[in-house]
């Protein structure tokens, strides 16, 4: 009977310290709305401190011009990429939380943050830039393979649908008295947005002059 109470306070003294370890297991941290809200607002105007890192005249993804020749500019320079990149990475994990509380909560402006984040014109070279470059080509070797040089605008606009952007101009020289002193010949140049979705996407564009495709060029700026 002893040794019978005995194994009984032994095994209610395991439970009970099983237990106490469960009492103290750390509780799982919850992010606050209003947290996501601060990172989602400070990640998605990260670009504008990498704007102020950046030194002047040189582009982010090192398009136009080159690289800056002085080391502490390089520096800078990819300071500001970082920056930007980082930022970026947040903003969108950030989205995607509130996203996600959004559609669980019916909220609508939640859901939309990750669009917020994607349509940003500073973050949109950093996932977009390599295929809007890749879809220029794929214009351009299209152009040559089917010889659009000589062909009507009907028939252009049958190839590549309507323009995003019509102009036409005359290219002319004037000097300091405002007397023309050099005038080409007149042309229309049609360009195509091939990711219309793309603020900072280049062009493909194409050239007539009397009616006829003179040139097209892809990936203009």
């Known amino acids: 009977m002893m040794k019978s109470f005995r194994t009984m ?8 310290r099983l237990s ?7 509780q799982e941290m919850k992010i606050t709305d209003r947290t996501l809200w601060i990172v ?6 990260s ?16 398009f136009l011009p080159a690289t800056p ?26 989205a995607a939380a509130l996203a996600r509380r959004g559609l669980r909560e019916k909220r609508l402006l939640r859901v939309i943050c990750p669009v917020v ?3 940003n014109p500073l973050h949109q070279p950093i996932f977009l830039e390599s295929l809007d470059t890749h879809m220029n080509y794929r214009w351009r070797d299209r152009a040559e393979q089917m010889g659009i040089v000589g062909k009507t605008p009907d028939e252009i ?22 007397k023309v002193t050099w005038q080409g010949e007149t042309y229309t140049g049609w ?10 996407g280049s062009k493909f564009q194409v050239f007539f002059v009397d009616g006829k495709v003179s040139n097209f060029e892809a990936n203009d700026d």
């Open 157 to 178: 606009r049958h190839l590549f649908g309507k323009p995003s952007y019509e102009r036409t101009v005359t290219p002319r020289m004037i000097d300091r008295s405002g």
């Open 20 to 26: 106490l370890i469960a009492d103290v297991r750390p």
């Open 9 to 16: 306070r032994l095994r209610l003294s395991a439970t009970s």
């Open 40 to 45: 989602f607002a400070v990640a998605t105007l």
């Open 47 to 62: 670009p504008i401190l990498a704007l102020a890192v950046k030194p002047v005249h040189y582009s982010f993804y090192m």
């Open 191 to 200: 360009d195509y947005h091939v990711l219309p979705f793309y603020w900072m």
């Open 117 to 119: 984040v994607l349509a």
């Open 69 to 94: 020749d002085t080391v502490p500019e390089r520096l800078l320079l990819i300071a500001a990429d970082i920056i930007l990149v980082a930022g970026f990475i947040i903003a969108l994990i950030a």
